[in-house]
Structures are given as structure tokens and as C-alpha cells.
């Protein structure tokens, strides 16, 4: 695979899994989704990679899209959540 692809599918998982983590903030359209989770787990390292940490975010929603958009192989998929979580943790950092 050309090495540019693993780029370009690192940063629609990316501009994913950043989307989720907007949209679930307090006061957002799926607010009420974290406010819930955050009642039922209450084991803070058990709840950051869903809804907290937006670097940590990248292997339960980079996989969820990556599986429902692209599908691509195993390699391909561990290659893209890596660069997509480096990417998170740039973007998220220079945002907040």
C-alpha cells in the first residue's frame, strides 16, 4: 500500500474520532451520552479511551471507523490508529 493512503485514512479516523469527542462534551448534541457513561464506569482509565482522552480515543473509534470505512488489513489498521492517536494528541493540544 502507497504510504500516502495510511496517511489519508489516518486523518478521516482522526477528524472521526475528534468529531465523537466534540459531540459528547457537556452542553453538545450527545452530551447526555457521556453524562451517562461517566454514571455507570466510574474507573477514570476504563473511561478515557470512549470519551476522554482524545489521543487515547483513537483505538476504540479509529478501529470502530477504521472496520466500518475502510477495512483494509491488520497492519493497515494497527499502522492508522498509531499515526491516527499522534495526530489526535497534535490536534487536540494545539485546539485546547
Known amino acids: 500500500m502507497n504510504p500516502l493512503n495510511y496517511i489519508w485514512i489516518s486523518l478521516v479516523l482522526t477528524l472521526c474520532t475528534l468529531s465523537v469527542y466534540n459531540l459528547t462534551r457537556e452542553g453538545q448534541l450527545f452530551?447526555?451520552?457521556?453524562?451517562w457513561f461517566l454514571l455507570v464506569i466510574k474507573c477514570k482509565s476504563i473511561r478515557k479511551p470512549f470519551f476522554e482522552c482524545p489521543p487515547c480515543m483513537a483505538s476504540i473509534w479509529g478501529t470502530i471507523f477504521y472496520w466500518s470505512i475502510f477495512a483494509g488489513g491488520i497492519k493497515e489498521w494497527i499502522v492508522c490508529v498509531l499515526i491516527s492517536s499522534i495526530l489526535n494528541k497534535i490536534i487536540y493540544g494545539y485546539v485546547e
Open 31 to 35: 452530551g447526555f451520552v457521556r453524562s
